[in-house]
């Protein structure tokens, strides 16, 4: 075996350490490219998912002010409904404490031409009537109690039926 000359196996070293460092410091300068580019990528990300949030808030505020504005267009018709429902209420009532006091009397026209009905009534109204127009015949008191009632709910369901319409055209507006 022949013997390597020292200085050889020292330049050897020298390369390799010298190749190593290369190496270590090549290593070094790509760590640093890349971290500097995950660091721009997670700028871009945090500015895009911010963008993203803010535009959400927006949407969402958007949606929150839609919505205060129907509620306050749907409270709006139901008060005016309410006052329409109490109207009709309290003109009932007053109508039907007139019937009660005898201050108001319900009449029907009757057909004085009518021979089916069996009792002949006179064609002309009486000298001391105030109705103009043909004979009529007073309802009883408690007749006239029923038919108000009845128009009294005929009243109540026609106004609840025009609110629950203007809720639909609120709410599909």
């Excluded at 026609?158 to 709410?171: D, G, K, T």
């Amino acid at each position: 075996m022949t013997a390597v000359p020292g200085r050889l196996i020292g330049v050897a070293v020298l390369l390799a350490v010298v190749g190593g460092g290369a190496a270590a410091l090549a290593w070094q300068l790509q760590d640093w490219r890349y971290g500097q580019q995950l660091a721009e990528q997670a700028q871009i990300q945090g500015e895009t998912l911010n963008e993203l949030t803010l535009a959400a808030a927006a949407q969402q505020r958007a949606e929150q002010d839609k919505r205060l504005a129907l509620e306050q267009r749907l409270a709006t018709s139901d008060q005016t409904h309410y006052e329409a429902l109490t109207n009709a209420q309290k003109d009932q009532a007053r109508l039907r404490d007139r019937l009660a006091t005898s201050d108001l009397r319900l009449s029907v026209l009757i057909d004085a031409t009518d021979s089916a009905g069996g009792c002949a009534m006179p064609a002309a109204t009486e000298a001391g009537s105030v109705v103009h127009g043909g004979t009529r015949a007073r309802l009883d008191p408690a007749h006239a109690q029923r038919i108000i009632g009845i128009t009294d709910d005929g009243d109540r369901g026609l106004i609840a039926l025009a609110a629950c319409q203007a809720f639909v055209r609120e709410v599909n507006r």
